[in-house]
């Protein structure tokens, strides 16, 4: 059954960054905005088996599928890779999410995070793609296909060796779009010449472009006064032929009234506002940042407990905004009390899982000269 790209909402509701309130789901914000995402027309919700520890799955359940019709809304989700340990697994996990999830089908199902090396490898051995395959022909799941985090040149032999792919979820965005690590702008190219759907994650880059330094911020709201700049993120993505569906990672009910009003009356990027993009990009390539997306892989598996991506975004702010003496504050009264950068033991479980491929270790080195002294 081939995806109706006219059926698919352009802003999909992603829940791996979900509101929380004493350390767990805040349940009740979480049903207040699918209920704002609903009433709006859109109904693509992305989870997988780790966000959130596995609870997302569960707030999926609670949120959207014991109160929503299930013909009223797409469920996506994703097998990870590194919690396969036999062919077993496959359907252990796979059964699992359809208990915590509530239902009896899925109707995009993605292998997570496909990349060179351990995850790729991991797929094929356990022949990942094939049982999928036969998931789908028992009705289990709708359509099926990956995230990518891999190299170009990877993506090309995925897809010549699996034509039965139906669409591949990618890292793309505006600052993304040269960048030699995340390549963007080749991985779309590659999709657009085989006509594959793709779905979009990181548009704003873990909430990056939503907070680009002042010099941006100037220039957009001179060219569209009161649009926010994470409009202005997704408006770019959009404006990108072959994009089915944009994910959004929305963790309040005001990020979700923004997004929700810029895909309401959406309006492509015009030529001189496609202009503005490049500027804003020049200015934000002048200024080195540490390139994390907040996905929280690192965390969950790290030893010492260190906050990897709080830590990074403190020496962003340092780099970006000059922001030293806050950020020391900001770092010496809410991080390390827990672990500080300098308990790192190198082991490089971070590394392992990380999806933009960071030198997390060197970089906790930098993090703890620059905080713990």
């Known amino acids: 059954m081939a995806i109706d790209l006219s059926r698919m909402p352009k802003l999909g509701f992603g829940l791996m960054r979900l509101p929380q309130k004493e350390g767990e789901i805040d349940l009740e914000t979480v049903c207040n905005m699918a209920d704002k995402y609903m009433a709006a027309g859109l109904n693509y919700f992305d989870t997988a088996y780790v966000y959130h520890g596995g609870y997302s799955e569960v707030a999926a359940r609670k949120a959207i599928v014991e109160r929503y ?16 340990k036999s062919f077993e697994d496959r359907d252990r996990i796979f059964d699992e999410q ?3 999830a509530g239902v009896e089908y899925f109707d995009f199902y993605l292998l997570h995070s496909v990349e060179d090396g351990g995850n790729h490898e991991t797929y094929e051995k356990y022949d990942c793609f094939n049982w999928a395959v036969e998931k789908k022909k028992e009705g289990k799941i709708r359509h099926f296909g990956f995230s990518y ?24 965005n505006y600052i993304d779009w040269d960048n030699p690590v995340v390549a963007s702008g080749r991985l779309h190219e590659i999709m657009s010449s085989r006509g594959i759907p793709m779905i979009i994650m990181e548009p704003v880059k873990g909430g990056t472009l939503a907070t680009p330094p002042p010099e941006v911020l100037e220039l ?31 963790s309040t009910e005001e990020q979700m009234a923004d997004n929700v ?7 492509p990027l015009s030529d001189e506002e496609q202009g503005i993009i490049e500027k804003a990009r020049e200015i934000m390539h002048g200024k080195p940042t540490i390139g994390c997306t907040a996905c929280r892989y690192c965390t969950d598996g790290c030893p010492q407990g260190i906050k990897i991506p709080d830590i990074f975004s403190l020496i962003n702010a340092m780099r970006i905004y000059n922001e030293g003496w806050r950020a020391k504050n900001w770092y010496n009264s809410q991080l390390a009390p827990s672990a500080r950068a300098s308990d790192c033991i190198g082991c490089g479980q971070c590394e392992g899982v990380c999806p933009q491929h960071l030198p997390i270790i060197e970089l906790l080195k930098e993090a703890s000269a620059q905080f713990d002294n």
């Not at 957009?220 to 990672?249: H, K, N, Y």
């Not at 009003?261 to 309006?267: A, G, I, R, V």
Request: hydrophobic residues 45%.
């Open 220 to 250: 957009f709201e001179g060219a569209r006064p009161g649009a926010s700049a994470a409009s202005w993120a997704l408006r770019f993505v959009a404006s990108q032929p072959g994009v089915m569906t944009i994910l959004s990672g929305m």
């Open 261 to 267: 009003n810029t895909f309401t009356n959406f309006e």
């Open 69 to 84: 019709p299930r013909d009223s809304f797409y469920l996506a989700t994703k097998l990870p890779a590194w919690c396969l």
């Open 149 to 172: 985090h891999g190299t170009p040149a990877l993506l090309e032999q995925v897809l010549d060796k699996h034509p039965e792919i139906e669409f591949v979820q990618i890292q793309l």
């Open 98 to 100: 359809r208990e915590r």
